[in-house]
């Protein structure tokens, strides 16, 4: 059912705000932490983490297939699914606005005498869009205008308003960032930068194509009820598309045959401003209601007391990573999959106990790395099964790295509005896993998922072993993961969990 109210705040705290001694972790417990074991979670990583998975980006076919790779570990260990319809894909949607290359192109037509001629431009062969993601679909018509290396002087030696410019396309990426900067204020139609002779531009622009046909996923927060279209629930105004600058790359060799509907000849074009006697027009289509629906992986344990079953420890680790950039695959080992493969341990160290008093759901989330989609689309519709509702949460992230004693948890008392009693626990109880004190990750408070978990109003804590140098870059390897440190947290979260079993649950430490 969906959770249509939360835990009341129950105090279970001595005058001075902190618990006065740390829990004793039960047998039961004491006996499911022996399957924690480093081998199996290097196993899981190494999977997790392979170049196969291309760096499990949100969306992508790599994070797909670990997704099944989690729904199958829960599978095995006998856990419950998670999600509606008895699944174990907690389902969301992404908008997706992708170029349709079938319906782009561009054609040249001649006037005067040549008025009758045309030449059409073949999309990926002869012209490419070179505006990036910003580009918007639509059309338009211009009289062409030459403009050289298409510098200030040329800028500025007449008024080209609502004409589209054919230029040299510079070499020296500063330079084409002016060049773009002076198109804008100039207020051109549209800007055609044209190759060098020889140039393999359908190589060059492959890359930059290839993501606008596949498109750029977004999530956008569902509207509230009451909240106004085109306004975000703090009253925000949403920002509307801004419509940028119409700008392409051709080929040498297309405007060399364009150049024959022209009013000049090759040798004319010099560096000063020349108009070029023919007609530019462009069509640029795109599905702009596109949708793309990506998955968090939710394992559902339920809990064995009639009255506080319904009360669920949520576990969450995001699962994705950034995927591949410039052709070098980050596979994200550390951030997440030391996360990820952790609370696999975690699932079978709990499939070990058997059924505590209340319940625990764990949450593999997607799309963390672009802005916590998926904690944000779950807590957006929360949904446990059997009546279950969220009662804290414990999010791990990063777990693997760093000196093998240290260790960060937020929030901290620095936080007072937000410190917890399951922090509370997780400091008491360090110390048993080679932690001697946790540091502070104050900085890091809305940097994770646990950032999403808090705005339901239940007490939240992260823990997290900092950067390294290999952050977000393509070192950041399985083989730098410290794998042992992992199983030591996996155990620290377990004992945290055994020690939210009492009659009540301490949730708040102020």
């Known amino acids: 059912m969906h959770l ?3 835990l009341p705040l129950c ?5 001075d705000g902190a618990t006065s001694t740390a829990p004793t972790t039960t047998p039961a417990m004491l006996k499911a932490l022996e399957t924690v074991q480093t081998h199996e979670i290097q196993a899981d990583l190494a999977f997790i983490a392979s170049d196969e998975m291309q760096g499990r980006d949100t969306p992508s076919e790599g994070l797909v297939v ?3 790779y989690l729904r199958a570990r829960l599978q095995r260990l ?7 319809d008895g699944s174990y894909f907690h389902l969301y949607d992404l908008t997706n606005r992708r170029l349709l290359p079938q319906g782009t192109k561009a054609t040249i037509t001649g006037t005067g005498a040549k008025a009758a001629q045309s030449l059409e431009l073949a999309f990926g062969r002869d012209v490419w869009l070179s505006g990036g993601m910003s580009v918007a679909g639509g059309e338009l018509e211009g009289s062409a205008l030459w403009l050289g290396s298409g510098t200030q002087e040329a800028f500025d030696a007449g008024d080209w308003k609502e004409r589209v410019a054919f230029v040299r396309e510079p070499a020296d990426q500063r330079e084409r960032q002016r060049l773009f900067g002076r198109a804008r204020r100039e207020e051109l139609k549209a800007l055609v930068l044209v190759g060098a002779k020889g140039e393999d531009l359908a190589a060059r622009m492959e890359g930059a194509t290839r993501r606008l046909v596949e498109g750029s996923p977004r999530y956008e927060e569902p509207k509230r009820a009451g909240e106004e279209d085109g306004k975000q629930g703090d009253g925000a105004q949403r920002r509307d ?14 405007f060399e045959r364009g150049l024959a509907l022209a009013s000049v000849v090759p040798d004319e074009l010099l560096d000063k401003p020349l108009d070029l006697g023919f007609a530019w027009r462009e069509v640029r289509a795109f599905d702009e209601d596109g949708r793309v629906q990506v998955e968090n992986v939710v394992g559902f344990w339920p809990g064995s007391d009639p009255q506080l079953k319904s009360e669920t420890i949520i576990v969450s680790a995001h699962y994705d990573h950034v995927g591949v950039s410039d052709g070098q695959i980050h596979n994200g080992a550390d951030d997440n999959g030391s996360g990820t493969a952790g609370m696999l341990a975690l699932a079978e160290a709990l499939a070990e106990h058997g059924p505590l008093r209340r319940s625990v759901a764990l949450i593999w989330v997607s799309g963390e790395e672009k802005g916590l989609w998926g904690s944000r689309a779950w807590c957006a519709d929360p949904w446990l099964p059997e009546g279950a509702r969220a009662a804290c949460n414990i999010n791990m992230d990063m777990i693997g790295r760093n000196a093998p004693d240290m260790l960060l948890v937020t929030p901290t008392k620095k936080l007072p509005e937000h410190y917890n009693a399951v922090g ?17 990750a104050d900085q890091y408070w809305s940097r994770s998922d646990q950032a999403s978990f808090a705005k339901l109003g239940i007490p939240v804590i992260f823990l997290f072993a900092d950067v ?7 070192g950041d390897d399985v083989e730098k993961v410290d794998c042992d440190k992992i199983r030591r947290v996996v155990r620290l979260v377990a004992r945290v969990v055994d020690g939210l079993q009492g009659d009540t649950l301490p949730v708040a430490a102020r």
Do not use: C, I, N, V
């Open 11 to 15: 105090l279970a705290f001595s005058a």
């Open 424 to 440: 509370d626990l997780a400091l008491k109880l360090s110390p048993t896993e080679g932690f001697p004190e946790l540091g502070s």
């Open 4 to 6: 249509t109210a939360l």
């Open 66 to 68: 670990t997704a099944r």
């Open 468 to 474: 390294h140098e290999d952050y977000h870059r393509p």
């Open 78 to 84: 006998g856990w419950q699914p998670g999600a509606k």
């Open 241 to 254: 598309r801004r419509p940028s600058l119409s700008s392409w790359s051709m080929s040498h060799d297309a």
